[in-house]
């Protein structure tokens, strides 16, 4: 998704995704200005013109990008099947599918930032909050959707969200999707009712 950068994205774009990409596979202490500068071939005024706070305000808009992009995935995939078991077995292959394909998971790479940045920076560790939270509140809807008790959906969201995060953090180190695949596997023994 970042990647490829259409002629028609304005300079503004063009920073904000190349930095998505940076942050995800080198976390934000990893990432620089001037790597960003480089890499995207923005002129160095630009930036500063379209993010006079630097990289923690480039940080910020990059989590709400990757946000979007996973909750507009996860929504497509959790509509795809008739059964929760099914809708989610299906998402969490899509995301293994995607690492296999890349070796990298683009626009979920969330956790990376939010382990580094979560007692340091006070904005990144709110914008981390705020997408988990989109994210769970997506999958507490999906779940209500299927029957399921409200108060039940909420707790199985955040431990269907909890079990993606850990299991992406282990496809990333032993470069294989394998994990995921493994929580899709057990899925439904969480949520058959």
Known sequence: ????????????????CTASELFQRQGYHGTGLN??????????GSLYYHFPNGKEEIAVEAIRLMKEHVLEGAARDLAAKGTAVEAFQYHIHKIA???EK????EGVQIGLIASETAATHEALRNSCQHAYAD????YTD????????KEMA?????????????????????????????VAKQLPSLLNK
């Not at 790597?35 to 002129?43: K, L, N």
């Open 154 to 182: 909420k707790e199985l969201a955040v431990t269907i969200n909890a079990m993606v995060e850990g299991a992406v953090i282990l496809a990333l180190t032993s470069a294989s999707g394998s994990p995921l695949y493994s």
């Open 97 to 99: 599918s995607e690492f």
């Open 102 to 105: 890349k070796h990298q998971m």
């Open 35 to 44: 790597q960003i500068i480089e890499e995207s071939g923005a002129p160095k």
């Open 142 to 149: 999906r779940l209500i959707a299927f029957s399921y008790d």
């Open 135 to 138: 994210w769970q509140a997506l």
């Open 1 to 16: 998704m970042y990647g490829a950068v259409k002629k028609k994205e304005s300079t503004k774009e063009l920073i904000l």
